[in-house]
């Protein structure tokens, strides 16, 4: 099961930490969440990857739409922490080459 | 390999050396030069018939009739979608209420794009789900029924989807038999057949596909290149997913590319219609095309495209910000010069309006300076990763085509997922009943494929094997037929009327390397479709010669001149109608009677000793067979449609109506 930790930094920019599998069952909860934080005016927000124990591309999907909203609110989204499952799943898709994950949280914005 | 399998080769086989043999000499040895206008054009136009047959006979050659899958593992999650657009209610209901039945634990939705608060009450009554767009497309592209399932997968999570239209009432048995095949990892799709129950045995509609629904899958199969027809079919979520999230990126760079090479032409066209007192913006434009060198470099330094498009978006902020404050401190300089004026300005000197909330509102994207010039807009817009024009980032079913369908399956081809054609019918359709809805919905499959033939050409898509290609292809090809069939048609006229044979001579060396291989391509059909009636697809294959031409053609304008296609969704009931709609086939009647008058014309002037006798009879044998094969839009203008047809039928024999056709509640 999926769980999702959020906080918020110094700076105004909101944390989601997915623990878990992010997968096509939990995909819509991190969307959710995502739009829950814009909604509530953080729209700077990084993913933390740490927790994440695996992706499939709907997980990828939501990521993708949490970047199109989070910049339609005139904010942004990115990756940190990826794990090698999650960094080999972005190569495969190509998506590493729009999204690049960074090492760490304080290292994304 | 069975026995039924190497007779079916033995007859392709044959098929393309006679065939093969026949147009050589037809190009190097019979062609009537002096008739080149008509000599040229009709050998060309034997040329596309015999790749046709080639084709067909290609994808013969793997036919493959699959053993049942194992049954499908407890636990897997499906969604059940019933899309729908404007379809009657009770119709919509019944494919609900049958889907709802399906054996396999299952979700069943009703994807309505009609928007309509009593089928959602409906639904909810009986405890099925109902989807409608969500308010990300409002102002944005709809595509048809493309958006309206992608519209769905975002908002559901089964593992599987099974894909049904409207009227397509599923048997209760239907995930039971297919979903077991998706044990394989690396199937993508299955596709049932499309069969019809309210069609007449003799189909004078020609709604029936017992070919394509059959022989033709099962080649295709053969070749890992079942084709996804849009209903009946059962996708796995996460091989669609992994096509939007790849087809995202691969748009998302496409765009960018565009906009990084035509950014310097851009930039320097909108200076130029600039008008005087624009030094600013103009000195704006030029700031934005050099940071676009910028950009450019941070890519090929491999840099994130969402990285490198959000510090541009940032910095074409602060330069539109830039430029209005500047605007607005000449204009509160102006204002403060005007006597009178002074008592609306605030005791720290600025002007009410010219807040900062304003200041951000006038720099954002609409309403910048820079937003205004309309191209230059659409560069900066295409410099991003958020695709702002489209209603959701991900689109897995392709929305380049009126049918989605095709496209979206040779991309998941192309990335190397497999399909499955699964012979059984599992679904009760309904068919069009008239003949202008079954037009226009021939015409909108017709048009579907040349657009993708069009915008994504098979022989070029990256991924795909050969084979592959050529499965995709040949479908494509195969609605090439109406250039080809308005050649057939005028060649006996051209004869009978003006004595000009396309050939050299009918000799019967012609009709030595001819008529052989018409029998075997026809003992090709007979092999293959075992019993099947194929004679209504062969009809109607010539015989909608207008409709392949407009489709071709409207795809065209389409695709390359940006015109409308001219689409409407196919109706699924029957039409009122007072007259017979004779006007849907003026030119199939045009070429009837120009048939019959050149028949006419050739025996006075076969009687007269002006024609010769063997050409004339075989012109007129040729204008039989067209006559024949045209006939059937006759019949077709004429069905009155199912509930009619089997009432005067069963006032004709006496008796209740017919054993072994279910009813189908049609009408309201």
């Known amino acids: 099961m999926i769980e999702f930790i959020n906080d918020t930094l110094a700076n105004g920019v909101g944390v989601i930490r997915p623990i878990g599998r992010l997968n096509m069952v939990s995909a819509p909860h991190l969307g959710a969440n995502i739009e829950a934080l814009i909604n509530g005016g953080t729209v700077r927000l990084v993913v933390d990857l740490a927790g994440t124990d695996f992706i499939d591309s709907s997980g990828l999907g939501a990521l993708i739409t949490g970047l199109k909203k989070s910049r339609q609110a005139g904010g942004d989204l990115r990756l940190a922490n990826p794990t090698p499952q999650i960094t080999a799943v972005l190569e495969m898709t190509n998506l590493n080459r729009v999204l690049q994950p960074v090492a760490s949280v304080e290292e994304a914005y | ?668």
């Open chain 2, 1 to 668: 390999m069975n026995l039924r399998l190497f007779a079916i080769r033995m007859v392709v086989l044959s098929t393309a050396i006679l065939g093969v043999n026949y147009i050589l000499w037809r190009w190097m040895d019979s062609l009537n030069w002096e008739a080149w206008w008509i000599a040229v054009p009709l050998v060309m136009a034997e040329t596309y018939s015999l790749l046709d047959s080639l084709l067909f006979g290609l994808t013969m050659w793997k036919f493959r009739e699959r053993d049942k899958p194992a049954p499908p593992p407890d636990g897997l999650t499906v969604d059940v979608f019933i899309t729908t657009y404007n379809e009657p209610l009770y119709l919509v209901m019944t494919t609900a209420r049958a889907a709802k039945q399906i054996d396999y634990p299952h979700k069943t939705w009703i994807l309505d794009d009609g928007n309509r608060p009593e089928l959602r009450r409906m639904a909810a009554a009986e405890g099925i789900g109902w989807i409608t767009r969500s308010e990300d497309w409002a102002n944005r592209p709809r595509h048809a029924k493309a958006g309206n399932l992608n519209n769905a997968l975002l908002s559901t999570d089964g593992e599987f989807m099974l894909i049904l239209d409207a009227d397509q009432i599923p048997d209760p048995r239907i995930l039971h038999h297919t979903l077991g095949y998706f044990n394989d990892p690396r199937m993508a799709l299955v596709q049932t057949p499309q069969v019809f129950t309210n069609v007449p045995p003799h189909d004078p509609l020609g709604s029936q596909a017992p070919l394509f629904y059959g022989p033709i899958q099962q080649g295709k199969d053969g070749w890992n290149a079942a084709f996804f027809c849009g209903s009946n079919a059962i996708i796995r979520r996460e091989a669609l997913m992994q096509l939007g999230v790849m087809r995202y990126v691969s748009e998302v760079e496409l765009s960018l590319n565009k906009a990084l090479k035509t950014a310097g032409k851009v930039v320097a066209k909108a200076r130029r219609e600039l008008g005087p007192g624009q030094e600013r913006l103009a000195a704006a434009l030029t700031t934005v095309a050099v940071d676009l060198q910028g950009v450019k470099r941070e890519l090929r330094e491999g840099q994130g495209i969402a990285d490198v498009t959000y510090r541009f978006q940032r910095r074409v902020d602060a330069l539109a910000r830039e430029l209005v404050a500047h605007d607005f401190a000449a204009l509160n300089a102006e204002l403060s010069s005007i006597e009178g004026l002074a008592r609306t300005v605030h005791t720290d000197g600025s002007l009410a309006v010219v807040d900062n909330a304003a200041l951000d509102r006038f720099s954002q994207r609409d309403w910048s300076p820079l937003g205004a010039i309309e191209t230059v807009r659409v560069l900066i817009d295409s410099v991003n990763a958020e695709k702002d024009g489209e209603a959701q980032a991900l689109m897995p079913i392709a929305t380049i085509s009126v049918t989605e369908d095709m496209a979206t399956c040779m991309r998941l081809h192309a990335l190397g997922w497999q399909s499955a054609y699964h012979h059984e019918k599992l679904a009760d359709g309904l068919a069009p009943e008239d003949l202008d809805s079954m037009l226009t919905q021939r015409l909108r499959w017709a048009q579907g494929t040349a657009q993708v033939m069009f915008r994504e050409n098979p022989l070029l898509q990256k991924g795909l094997s050969p084979t592959q290609r050529i499965m995709y292809l040949g479908t494509m090809w195969t609605y090439l037929s109406g250039f080809a069939a308005v050649i057939y048609l005028a060649s006996p006229v051209i004869f009978l009327t003006l004595g000009i044979l396309p050939v050299q001579a009918l000799s019967s060396e012609f009709f030595v390397r001819l008529l052989p291989f018409l029998i075997v391509n026809q003992l090709l059909f007979h092999v293959v479709g075992r019993g099947i009636k194929t004679w209504r697809g062969q009809q109607y294959s010539l015989a909608m010669f207008p409709t392949w031409i407009k489709s071709v053609t409207s795809a065209f304008g389409n695709v390359f001149l940006g015109r409308d296609l001219d689409f409407r969704v196919t109706p699924k009931t029957l039409q009122k109608r007072t007259t017979l709609p004779w006007h849907l086939i003026k030119p199939q009647l045009i070429a009837m009677a120009v048939l019959v008058l050149a028949v006419l014309v050739g025996i006075v002037r076969m009687l007269a000793g002006e024609a010769d006798t063997v050409g004339t009879l075989v012109n007129c044998l040729w204008v039989a067979f067209d006559l024949l094969i045209l006939s059937v839009v006759i019949e077709a203008v004429r069905y009155p449609g199912y509930e009619a047809w089997l009432a005067g039928n069963s006032k004709k024999a006496g008796s209740e109506r017919p054993a072994g056709h279910k009813k189908k509640e049609v009408r309201p």
